[in-house]
């Protein structure tokens, strides 16, 4: 069953807290990408990966940090200092560098408490 | 930074009409995408056209582009109740940011029974 699993599906943070979002992938893309919706908007760009070890910053980093040790993996930490969090995350990926089509994970829906 | 630009923000048809969404962009494009996202859920891929392409089909979909005119247009024909969603488009740029897509805010479709 090949696809892109995000988990969990909804999560709340505390105030002052990091919090982690997983992103997990079987269809051996090169390049995974995260974005950040909120209502009635449409997606922007936060941390984007074409290659292990490496990420790029996208439009709204500042509040996130990514690591990108092993090509299935693409976990985003949202840090205390993102001091608006609360939004619909969405992760993908692509199987080329150089953009192309993306395919998305279900989502995870994150509250601040 | 968002590129695409989709009009109307929402549109509401009966089923079995025909709904028309436009896309405007900005810059110079290599393709531009259509996505679907049902609420609450990820994007799924729709169709993608090349810049050197005017006109494209698949199903129930047609796809124009005019890169005169930076603009796109996604036409779903005998529109059904499980069409309702949202609709974004996405560019991807000809220079520079070329790994990345940059998606407009969305057409939402409620195609009523």
């Known amino acids: 069953d090949g696809g892109i699993t995000q988990s969990p599906k909804y999560l709340f943070r505390k105030e002052g807290q990091n919090v982690t979002l997983s992103c997990e992938q079987n269809?051996?893309?090169?390049?995974m990408y995260w974005y950040r919706q909120d209502p009635g908007q449409g997606l922007r760009l936060i941390y984007y990966?074409?290659?292990?070890?490496?990420?790029q910053k996208g439009d709204i980093a500042e509040g996130y940090s990514v690591s990108r040790e092993k090509k299935e993996s693409f976990p985003l930490t949202v840090t205390s200092a993102q001091k608006n969090p609360t939004a619909f995350y969405l992760c993908?990926?692509?199987?080329?560098?150089?953009?192309?089509?993306?395919?998305f994970g279900a989502g995870t829906r994150l509250s601040v408490l | 930074s968002q590129q695409g630009e989709e009009d109307p923000q929402a549109l509401s048809i009966q089923e079995g009409e025909n709904a028309t969404m436009n896309c405007s962009y900005k810059?110079?494009?290599?393709?531009l995408q259509w996505y679907r996202q049902n609420s609450g859920r990820g994007l799924v891929h729709l169709i993608l056209?090349?810049?050197?392409?005017r006109e494209k089909h698949s199903g129930r979909l047609r796809v124009t582009l005019d890169t005169s005119k930076k603009s796109s247009s996604l036409l779903i024909t005998a529109s059904r109740a499980a069409d309702t969603a949202s609709y974004f488009c996405?560019?991807?740029?000809?220079?520079?940011?070329?790994?990345?897509?940059?998606f407009g805010k969305g057409t939402k479709l409620t195609v009523n029974p």
């Open positions: 056209i090349r810049s050197n392409e």
């Open positions: 990966s074409q290659i292990v070890n490496d990420f």
């Open positions: 810059t110079s494009i290599n393709n």
């Open positions: 996405a560019t991807e740029g000809r220079q520079g940011g070329s790994e990345k897509l940059v």
């Open positions: 269809l051996n893309h090169d390049a």
């Open positions: 993908a990926s692509s199987p080329r560098q150089g953009g192309g089509i993306q395919y």
